[in-house]
């Protein structure tokens, strides 16, 4: 099916007034658009005056995943500087899993480990603070990080005091071993006052909602009951104790964790309609057929009681909850640091409010198209370039780190046109720039694609605002993206495996036959006069084409 959105016309320079009035028209049609969005959006972006445009640097992880140490770090540092990338804008140099010790310190604290990173991170910041360049580091809102090292979850205050005292600038922050809203099966629940235990079957306590009793050949009663939680689900206890004071609660339940998936279920105590107590963790049985208990205090009444167990919260609410702890820890520490997020959620969501930026995809690998878990870049564009809106400054989609350059086992790599495209179409997005490259070895032909300073110009652009598709058909695509100036950086781009045709119309591209632009190829570097008409390349296979245009007026 072909699609075609006209975007509106460039800006006239020469007509100053008329300028004036289209600005004041558009202030007040931005105040109307605000005050609406006001009404549909729920939180204002995150404002730590970071990030004002889509952050730019290295990441350790696409190449070296877990294969890293200081030297690697210290001279990645140097080389983005002597390669001239750093003047060209990437400057935060990232640590990924992988940097810390097993255990944190006599403290608490997080540390890095010993023998890959033997003069601690402080060091290795202040190395990369000598360059001029900025320190990133890696942890999750979980108990641990998708290597299985220590996670920050529930050390929120200290680790984001520990990050900036080393002087850490930058914070990626991933979601594994994490929390989820479901409750785990619960056979019963005990009550111990002085010497005396009751028990009490789940199955015969009160379900509402999704909660049903099933079978549990193993369970006391023969019988558990599931389906709590996730803001769906509750079951109340009706318990009777002699006098009122604390009791001794025990959730007998089970949860046999797969290790593939790494969470944990949470959920609530609710005593008499009071919240007792904090959200819980409810660790792993020792399989999905034994059960394990979960024990806290209680204050009962004398007479009778209702115990209620559920989570009011969607999983997406635990999230929210679980970034916003260490985004308002970082926060508390008083230094700048970036706050870029992996939520694990892939249904165009935008956490504008709680983080700089964050992912929206699962992970890129080195490939086109991926048929399995993980993406490819055409997979990414497809999934991230629909959700353009929710970019701006301070608040970015991350469609993940770039591939440009990398080589790993297993995968394809992509051809150098695939690359132009990766990077041509990261820079449309307005997404964040980190190369995932071994830039100590990179190829002449890396260096010029991720060092294309008119593709960055327009990644960077401080408009902020993504490109979008205007045009479809078949296998070809026009994108336009409105920079700050008024110029249009448009991209011709070919899906198919073989050259194709790709022409964008003057009305997708928002050019009026009354005037003349200069157009300029950002990938050929060369530039031409040109009078409205329609812009055609012959684009190759899984190519771009991508050009800036400036109107020069009449
Ligand atoms: C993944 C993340 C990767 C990398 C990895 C480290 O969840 O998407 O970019 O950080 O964890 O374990």
Redesign the pocket.
């Known amino acids: 099916m072909d699609t075609s959105t006209p975007v509106p016309a460039l800006p006239d320079r020469p007509r100053a007034r008329l300028r004036r009035l289209l600005a004041a028209a558009s202030a007040a049609v931005a105040v109307a658009t605000a005050l609406t969005a006001a009404a549909t959006t729920p939180a204002a972006a995150l404002d730590n005056d970071l990030a004002a445009t889509p952050p730019m640097g290295w990441n350790s992880?696409n190449t070296f995943g877990c294969a890293i140490d200081e030297d690697l770090i210290e001279s990645t540092a140097d080389h983005l500087v002597s390669s001239g990338l750093a003047a060209k804008g990437y400057r935060y140099v990232n640590i990924?899993?992988c940097w810390q010790a097993p255990q944190r310190d006599q403290a608490g604290r997080l540390q890095a480990d010993p023998t890959r990173f033997p003069s601690g991170i402080k060091a290795l910041a202040d190395h990369v603070h000598a360059q001029g360049l900025k320190l990133g580091i890696?942890s999750t809102a979980g108990t641990g990080?998708?290597?299985r090292l220590p996670g920050s979850l529930g050390h929120e205050d200290l680790d984001a005091r520990t990050f900036a005292s080393w002087g850490v600038d930058y914070l990626?922050y991933?979601h594994?071993f994490t929390e989820k809203s479901a409750l785990p099966d619960v056979d019963r629940i005990t009550l111990t006052g002085g010497d005396q235990t009751s028990s009490y079957e789940g199955e015969a306590a009160q379900p509402s909602g999704t909660a049903k009793t099933v079978s549990c050949p193993t369970c006391s009663g023969g019988a558990r009951v599931t389906g709590l939680g996730a803001a769906k689900g509750a079951l109340d206890f009706s318990v009777d104790v002699p006098t009122a004071g604390t009791y001794r609660l025990g959730i007998d339940y089970l949860y046999g964790a797969d290790p593939r998936t790494s969470y944990y279920p949470t959920g609530y105590v609710t005593v008499n309609g009071q919240r007792a107590g904090d959200r819980i963790r409810f660790d792993p049985s020792p399989s999905a057929q034994q059960t394990a208990s979960y024990r806290m205090d209680v204050t009962l009444a004398a007479g009778g009681n209702t115990i209620r167990l559920d989570n009011p919260l969607t999983d997406l609410k635990v999230k929210q909850d679980n970034f916003a702890r260490m985004r308002d820890a970082l926060a508390a520490t008083g230094r700048p640091i970036v706050y870029s997020i992996?939520a694990n959620t892939q249904d165009g969501t935008s956490f504008a409010d709680i983080a700089n930026l964050w992912?929206t995809t699962q992970?890129i690998k080195p490939l086109w198209h991926s048929t399995s878990w993980y993406r490819g870049v055409d997979d990414i564009i497809e999934q991230n370039g629909r959700l353009g809106s929710a970019t701006g400054p301070g608040h970015w989609n991350d469609p993940d780190m770039l591939e440009v350059g990398v080589r790993l086992d297993g995968f394809p790599g992509l051809t150098p046109d695939e690359e132009r495209t990766h990077f041509s179409m990261w820079a449309m997005m307005a997404a964040p720039l980190i190369a995932g490259a071994d830039v100590r070895t990179m190829s002449a032909d890396t260096a010029e694609v991720l060092g294309n300073s008119a593709v960055i110009a327009v990644d960077q652009d401080r408009l902020g605002q993504a490109g979008t598709l205007v045009a479809s058909s078949g296998d070809t695509e026009v994108w336009v993206r409105v920079l700050h100036n008024g110029d249009r950086a448009v991209v011709l781009r070919n899906r198919g495996t073989t050259t194709r045709q790709v022409t964008a119309t003057p009305a997708q591209l928002g050019v009026t036959a009354d005037n003349r632009y200069l157009v300029r190829d950002l990938w050929a570097d060369t530039a031409r006069t040109h009078v409205p008409a329609e812009l055609s390349a012959a684009v190759p296979a899984h190519g771009v084409a991508m050009y800036r245009i400036h109107r020069l007026g009449r």
Do not use: F
């Open positions: 992880w990924d899993d890696y990080t998708c290597q990626k991933d594994c992996n992912r992970d």
